[in-house]
């Protein structure tokens, strides 16, 4: 049997782009003679497409598209995923009901088993968590067999094809979380394979790229093949979708697995293309296996920030980029990746330099845009400072016929030079060189809103800010050494200590800098956000008394007492940046660009959090209580 895999690039809430492109890749299989050509879930409309789904009139249309692609079936099973409706049923939402599918067809008609209610296979498991609300619009097939008071397991079975050559094959069909099903009170592959009658698993998914989940993919589908002793065929697609929020790449990694769980073909990342592999299912012959590579972690990352960059400067029509660079890591990073996504053409790097800013970090601003070909320009803003400072202090403030005046604080002024520099400046640079402006931020500043809201946290996207301190740094020495083979951003940059350079106490050539601690901070800011089970104070102040923080949080051994004196000492940092995170944090992370995920959980959408009060549990009061009284 010959199966076609299309790693299609899907475009979210375009069916009729992603349709055409279906069609032509049915073509181009019956071609080579396969015997199925697969497709992603949800190939059609997309997958985050937000509340477009509570529009009947897209609804239709996806569906009528789904009958074009029934049509071109002619000669050869088409596996594909689609919205499917009823229209004589409720969503719990009280709008028509929608199921996540997967379409069979051949010669132009469904192809199906006649055990479900309906003529095509319905998603089970409904995933809720990170940037996944499935349950907000489809109905699951546990739902409609508890509706039909049936047992799910007459609705899980096989689905019998039969082959050019004849022989007659059992399909175990299941749509992505159907598989992750570690968590649920159902697995669905092994409800359908209950009775060993299944020749090949078919997974059919549209699953976001993050970090580590290769390898987590890899594990999970081969352990499932080889329990079975059953082949495996997972299909992913490529692009980017987003939440608003959050813009998630899809990473494809398209892959099939022999009986003992070993890969046989593995799509290449981020590249949109139709694999081919003949295997013999009834007689598990096949191709030989090949071994699965780890690629290095910077690697990973750079090759989703620049499809990141790509793919989302194309969905919004924009080619051209203004980067405020000041000599710092994080806007060098930033400018190399931009010149190496879209030429450094498109690239305007301009520095805004204050009476705070040093000749230091002036010339490495201008070494930078030197090492990469970019336009550079130099917008000096203190006398825009300086005169909106007059401003407001000699503008009268006026109430019950009495005259008062603003006194602006140092700290006022460093924000309005951050404000300055983005929302006047850079904005319309951006605008009259017919581009965008870009954020800069990481993640490590965007957790404890270490930036200036309208200035350094403005922009137009942020495809840094899922990447801590330490992962910029890493990024950077990899763009240096492993991309331009040579020193692109300065050396100078990556030693000099990080200062956002707003006043004298922040001076780079006197070793002042950020407040942040990133060699501690950025890995208990980690542990704080990223942990599966959230990590509160509570939690962090019983590893200090423990004595296993450092090993905990994986920060170098010896850095708490090296940076703390005290209990009191640590315990008010703790506190500091806590009320930071829960505090002023979130409201800037709302109003925040979005941001490009790379972590298993991104802020934004992958990272549900609400304006609350800042909160500590009555247990975190005992031990802070109980630490700073008993010596």
Wanted: charged residues 25%; hydrophobic residues 35%; neutral net charge.
């Amino acid at each position: 049997m010959k199966i076609a895999i299309s790693q299609l690039e899907i475009i979210p809430s375009m069916p009729c782009d992603n349709t055409v492109r279906i069609i032509s890749f049915i073509s181009k299989a019956k071609k080579e003679n396969a015997d199925i050509v697969i497709f992603p879930e949800l190939c059609i409309s997309g997958y985050l497409i937000g509340d477009m789904w509570e529009s009947e009139s897209f609804i239709r249309e996806c569906e009528e598209l789904g009958e074009e692609i029934i049509k071109a079936s002619k000669g050869i099973y088409v596996i594909f995923g689609n919205v499917a409706s009823d229209k004589t049923k409720k969503n719990f939402d009280g709008r028509i009901r929608k199921y996540n599918a997967m379409f069979v067809s051949k010669d132009g008609k469904l192809v199906h088993n006649n055990s479900a209610p309906y003529p095509y296979i319905i998603k089970t498991l409904l995933p809720n968590y990170k940037e996944f609300e499935d349950p907000r619009h489809f109905y699951s097939l546990k739902d409609l067999a508890f509706e039909n008071g049936a047992d799910i397991k007459e609705y899980l079975k096989p689905l019998e094809i039969e082959c050019n050559n004849g022989k007659k094959i059992n399909l175990g069909l299941t749509i992505c979380e159907d598989a992750w099903s570690k968590n649920y009170s159902v697995s669905p592959m092994d409800v359908i394979n209950r009775d060993k009658n299944v020749d090949i698993f078919i997974n059919i998914s549209s699953s976001p790229y993050t970090l580590i989940k290769d390898s987590k993919r890899h594990q999970m589908y081969g352990e499932i093949a080889c329990r079975h002793n059953v082949p495996l065929v997972y299909v992913n697609n490529v692009g980017i979708q987003n939440n608003g929020k959050t813009v998630y790449s899809f990473d494809g990694g398209s892959s099939v697995y022999d009986n003992n769980g070993r890969l046989l073909i593995s799509g290449v990342r981020y590249e949109e293309d139709l694999y081919f592999v003949d295997i013999d299912v009834k007689n598990k012959i096949f191709p030989k296996y090949i071994e699965i590579k780890e690629n290095n972690e910077y690697k990973l990352i750079y090759d989703t920030v620049i499809y990141g960059i790509r793919k989302f400067l194309k969905s919004i029509g924009i080619n051209k980029v203004v980067i405020g660079v000041s000599g710092g890591i994080d806007s060098a990073l930033s400018s190399a990746v931009y010149v190496n996504a879209i030429g450094k053409d498109n690239v305007l790097l301009v520095n805004m330099p204050s009476k705070f800013n040093s000749d230091t970090t002036k010339n490495l601003a201008k070494t930078l845009a030197d090492n990469l070909g970019c336009a550079y320009m130099v917008v000096p803003i203190q006398e825009f400072v300086d005169y909106t400072v007059k401003q407001l202090e000699s503008s009268p403030i006026i109430r019950d016929n009495k005259e008062d005046h603003l006194k602006v604080s140092s700290f006022v002024i460093e924000n309005i030079q951050a404000r300055d520099r983005s929302s006047r400046v850079l904005s319309a640079i951006a605008a009259s060189f017919g581009g965008v402006f870009t954020c800069n931020a990481n993640k490590t500043e965007t957790m404890v809103g270490y930036s200036t809201m309208y200035g350094d946290g403005a922009g137009f996207f942020a495809c840094l800010a899922d990447l801590w301190k330490y992962q910029i740094y890493g990024l950077a020495d990899y763009v240096n050494k492993e991309v331009f083979n040579k020193e692109i951003i300065p050396e100078g940059t990556i030693k000099i200590v990080p200062s956002a350079e707003l006043s004298t106490s922040q001076a780079v050539d006197e070793g002042k800098g950020d407040p942040i601690k990133y060699d501690y901070h950025d890995y208990l800011f980690k542990t704080l956000m990223e942990s599966w089970n959230r990590v509160i104070l509570e939690d962090v102040l019983s590893w200090y008394i423990d004595g296993v923080l450092e090993e905990k949080i994986g920060c170098r051994k010896g850095l708490v007492k090296e940076y703390f004196k005290s209990d009191a000492d640590f315990i008010d940092d703790l506190e500091k940046w806590w009320k930071q995170y829960m505090g002023m944090a979130v409201s800037k992370r709302i109003q925040a660009p979005p941001i490009l995920a790379i972590s298993r959980r991104s802020f934004g959408f992958g990272n549900r959090e609400a304006q609350n009060r800042v909160y500590y549990t009555a247990r975190y009061l005992y031990l802070k209580n109980k630490i700073l009284n008993e010596k």
